[in-house]
């Protein structure tokens, strides 16, 4: 859940959001005044394919952005409910 708690302190602070699909996952870059806030990679399948589906090709700005940080406890809630039912099966 540390990927989890880093991509909310990156929605806090910033105001895009971008990610690149590699082999192992995804990069998120966070960005803030057109500056690289923060970056990490996001090994955890579950939350990159939520990532993925809120994202166009490959950016998360403006009213998707609000979205996803004003709803965050939902999209937290979704992620882990994910993981939970890919054990379960």
């Given at each position: 859940m540390e990927e989890l708690d880093r991509l909310h302190k990156g929605l806090?602070?910033?105001?895009?959001?971008?990610?690149k699909n590699h082999n192992s996952g995804i990069t998120c870059s966070f960005i803030k005044e057109g500056?690289?806030?923060d970056s990490f990679d996001v090994k955890d399948q579950a939350l990159a394919d939520?990532?993925?589906?809120r994202g166009?090709?490959?950016?998360?700005?403006?009213?998707?952005?609000?979205s996803l940080k004003n709803n965050y406890e939902w999209?937290?809630?979704s992620v882990k409910s994910r993981k939970l039912y890919s054990v379960l099966q």
């Open positions: 806090e602070n910033s105001n895009t959001l971008i990610f500056l690289v806030y939520v990532l993925t589906e166009m090709n490959g950016v998360v700005e403006g009213s998707n952005f609000y999209f937290s809630l």
